[in-house]
């Protein structure tokens, strides 16, 4: 009985000193995360230095467990990542709204210079063919695209079946 009550006293003695020692845990620390305008994509809260990440909700809400000195960091695509390490203060009021200020660059002007080459790119070009010139000039397109290989094939294919040479034709009696 005797040594059961030494140990007994020994377990409870260790598990205080345990406790004490890493009584550091993180705290579950909630907050919103703001911006001056609404919000449409959660933001990422990471805890840098444990690795959580957590979303916000719909209002900015969030909640992520932290301890002293760890860094959160707040991110979104649309704002300026923010980090922010964590104090006493914080700590104490179990508590940290962020305010997020916007990443965008708003132009005053833009100006499109040789709109021919854009529309070319943009797969707009030669927009005065007639119907025979467009289906010969799409039959005989190798460029990168979709696919399995990663190629239009459709100028090969259309090659192969004969498909250029008609088109070619239609051209020819048209004019």
Excluded at 64 to 86: R, Y
Aim: proline letters at 2%; a positive charge.
């Amino acid at each position: 009985m005797y040594f059961y009550k030494k140990t007994y006293e020994s377990n409870f003695f260790l598990l205080f000193v345990t406790s004490v020692c890493f009584g550091q845990d993180r705290k579950l620390l909630k907050g919103t995360v703001s911006t001056q305008h609404e919000i449409t994509d959660p933001v990422r809260v990471v805890n840098v230095t444990s690795g959580e990440e957590v979303y916000t909700g719909r209002k900015g809400s969030y909640q992520i467990k932290a301890k002293l000195n760890d860094v959160l960091s707040f991110s979104h695509i649309e704002f300026i990542e923010q980090k922010i390490t964590i104090s006493d203060p914080i700590l104490k009021r179990n508590r940290l709204d962020i305010f997020l200020s916007s990443n965008m660059t708003v132009l005053k002007e833009l100006y499109i210079d040789k709109t021919d080459t854009l529309n070319a790119s943009l797969g707009f070009g030669k927009m005065d063919m007639t119907p025979a010139e467009k289906s010969l000039y799409a039959s005989n397109q190798f460029s990168p695209g979709e696919g399995v290989t990663g190629v239009k094939l459709d100028g090969l294919l259309n090659r192969l079946s004969g498909r250029h040479q008609n088109a070619e034709k239609l051209v020819e009696i048209r004019d």
